[in-house]
């Protein structure tokens, strides 16, 4: 295990690991921000005795392998997310998200396993977001499992369309989504439950 220690001696991340036959095997890697995760990288990735460093349970988006410096001495394999979400209260899952932009949407939410439908207007300001039963028309048609991956801001509303699972009823509208449903970072798990 490798500890890594603010300015005042003040632990601010760790990184777990083991080394077997030359390869060294990072488990879990937690820190306060950026900086501190560089810094253990670093330290890890210039272990002597090994010739592969494997980082297990790093975020998609992570910058970790831009920060190489030969891009391709990276891979990516073994990709699992392990974290769902299913919203059972839309209209108060919806209002206690965060938001960046404002905007207003007409979801229309399926969800076939509690036999459940409701249309609801999304209106997001200044941060805030209300969210109401609506009879107007729909902007997007989706189910709630739809509903839950794009509520965390892992997956954009229109890759969702363009697959089939999400209906746009107007131009513009899965642009918009993509908008509203945006997150400053994917998801992620770092430990499944």
């Known amino acids: 295990m490798v500890v890594h220690r603010d300015t005042e001696g003040v632990p601010d991340g760790y990184a777990s690991y083991a080394i077997e036959s030359g390869t060294l095997t990072v488990d ?3 820190s306060t921000g950026d900086a501190v995760f560089t810094a253990m990288a ?3 990735l210039g272990h002597d005795l090994v ?10 988006d992570h910058p970790l392998r831009w920060q ?3 891009f391709r001495a ?3 394999s073994g990709d699992t997310d392990w974290l769902w979400v299913r919203l059972l209260d839309i209209p108060r899952a919806l209002t206690a998200r965060g938001w960046f932009v404002d905007g207003e949407l007409v979801l229309d939410v399926e969800d076939p396993f509690l036999g459940e439908h409701g249309r609801y207007l999304l209106t997001v300001q200044d941060g805030k977001a209300d969210c ?3 009879d107007r028309e729909p902007d997007l048609s989706l189910d709630v499992s739809d509903l839950g991956s794009v509520y965390l801001g892992g997956v954009a ?3 969702l369309v363009r697959a089939g699972h999400i209906r746009a009823h107007r131009l513009g509208a ?4 993509d908008a509203l449903f945006r997150a400053e970072r994917s998801p992620h798990c770092l430990h499944w439950f």
């Open 74 to 76: 990276g891979e990516v």
């Open 68 to 70: 190489l410096l030969d």
């Open 28 to 30: 879990e890697t937690i």
């Open 132 to 134: 109401v039963p609506t």
């Open 42 to 44: 670093r330290f890890l």
């Open 51 to 60: 010739s592969r460093v494997v980082f297990k349970h790093v975020p998609p």
């Open 157 to 159: 509303p229109s890759t």
């Open 174 to 177: 899965a642009a918009q989504a």
